[in-house]
């Protein structure tokens, strides 16, 4: 399937072989609640679900070089509102849902040329809606949900685990100072940085907190960040970059720019669909790919290339 760019997004193209922001296309399948992470060079978006099944195991493919899509290895369980993260030449899918078996604590592993992906590890505590990143070679998994239903109150999680792929061996990591599910977790600069989510207390929040290694507690960075859930957030050119998301007014198009030492925010340039759930990858300095998710009365197929630059005030 050929990932299309228009006239005018074509002829932006520059060394890079990006475009800039405009429409790109679409997934081969509307969905919300994936999960995306890119890997030498191409893009993997897995899992989700739409209204014609509740979760889903395929695994779509972008070659960024070509621009066209294909399909992978499907995950050995179907799952949404899970992360996806690349560590050593492989894909990791970490936590989610499923209709069939609720909470996933199982942790699966593939790598381009294997056929079909492994259970290799279990999370300690099966949650949705956790942030996941790779700090230093390990998988880190904070927050999320814990809970039987959306009324369990008890179901928010603080908890922060730690896992060695070389080892096999999971330790604790201090526990965020908020509770939450629908967060983002990026890595920057060699710290973790926890953005956003939700909370039954709270509601929706923009509170960031901030770790490295070697700490015993998560700090709260002071910042203005719009409060939001289901959002995706990337690092780029030593600030964080919040995209879309979800609150009370239903998915949001907008973007801000987080610079961590000064808690400053812009706003950059909004999406051109206002969507949550869905997935986002850097693609250069200044650019990130946004696709799929949940968009006003439905589910969306869309992609896009972004430019994270502030606007001018």
């Known amino acids: 399937m050929a990932w299309r760019f228009g006239l005018a997004a ?5 060394a890079s072989g990006l475009a800039a922001q405009a429409p790109q296309g679409t997934l081969p399948l509307a969905r919300r609640a994936l999960a995306a992470t890119m890997m030498d060079g191409h893009v993997y978006v897995a899992g989700g679900w739409n209204a014609a099944a509740t979760q889903y195991a395929r695994v779509d493919e972008l070659d960024i070089a070509t621009r066209r899509w294909a399909p992978a290895p499907p995950l050995g369980i179907a799952r949404s509102q899970h992360s ?29 040329g294997e056929r079909a992906w492994r259970v290799v590890a279990r999370l300690p505590t099966p949650r949705r809606e956790p942030g996941v990143a790779v ?19 008890d179901g928010y999680s603080d908890a922060v685990d730690v896992y060695d792929p070389r080892s096999g061996s999971w330790s604790q990591g201090p526990a965020l100072g908020v509770a939450r599910r629908g967060l983002a977790l990026v890595t920057l600069d060699g710290s973790l940085y926890a953005l956003c989510g939700y909370n039954a207390w709270d509601g929706y929040l923009g509170t960031v907190e901030r770790w490295s290694p070697g700490e015993d507690s998560w700090r709260t960075i002071a910042t203005a960040l719009t409060p939001r859930t289901w959002a995706s957030a990337i690092a780029d050119r030593g600030d964080l970059v919040v995209l879309g998301g979800f609150d009370a007014g239903g998915p949001r198009a907008s973007v801000e720019r987080l610079n961590v030492e000064s ?10 669909q206002a969507r949550a759930w869905f997935g986002a990858v850097a693609l250069a300095p200044g650019r990130a790919l946004t696709m799929g998710g949940e968009r006003a009365g439905g589910f969306s197929a869309g992609v896009e290339i972004n430019r994270l630059a502030c606007t001018p005030n």
């Open 10 to 14: 074509a002829m932006l193209i520059g």
């Open 84 to 112: 996806l993260v690349a560590v050593d030449g492989a894909l990791w899918a970490v936590g989610g849902w499923s209709a069939e078996r609720g909470l996933i604590a199982e942790i699966e592993r593939w790598a381009p």
């Open 135 to 153: 700090l230093e070679g390990r998988i880190v998994v904070a927050g999320g949900f814990s809970g039987s239903s959306d009324a369990d109150v």
């Open 263 to 272: 808690g400053r925010v812009c706003a950059a340039i909004p999406l051109r």
